[in-house]
């Protein structure tokens, strides 16, 4: 199972952390990632991490803004985001793999087995 938590309101420029709990054989996943979705629009990737080699991958709107972190001793994924935008609005899944996706899968939200229940995040401008 997947527990996402740390979403709020904050303004345009602000931060926020976002936390995922992993429990059961989610915390034993290979992939872990962040996607989200804003009101009236398709599911989408944000940030990804394997367990395996440490590598990471950002959507291209969020890169150099959010930086997506492991605790493996504490089964927990973070979502660090800074310099938020009003277009960063949306709910926020964490999602897991047991498998160590390859580059041209990790994009895609069938990819992955479990997902979080999600939290809002609201940037006002």
């Known amino acids: 199972q997947l527990q996402a938590y740390g979403g709020g309101l904050v303004q345009t420029g602000g931060s926020l952390r976002l936390s995922c709990a992993a429990s059961g054989r989610t915390g034993s996943s290979n992939y872990l990632a962040w996607f989200r979705q804003a009101p009236g629009k398709e599911r989408e990737f944000v940030a990804g991490t394997s367990k395996r080699i440490g590598r990471t991958a950002y959507a291209d709107s969020v890169k150099g803004r959010f930086t997506i972190s492991r605790d493996s001793a504490k089964n927990t994924l973070f979502l660090q985001m800074n310099s938020l935008k009003p277009e960063d609005t949306a709910v926020y899944y964490c999602?897991?793999?047991?498998?160590?996706?390859?580059?041209?899968?990790?994009?895609?939200?069938?990819?992955?087995?479990?997902w979080g229940q999600g939290t809002q995040v609201t940037v006002s401008s």
């Open positions: 999602a897991a793999s047991e498998y160590n996706l390859i580059t041209s899968t990790i994009r895609i939200a069938e990819s992955y087995g479990s």
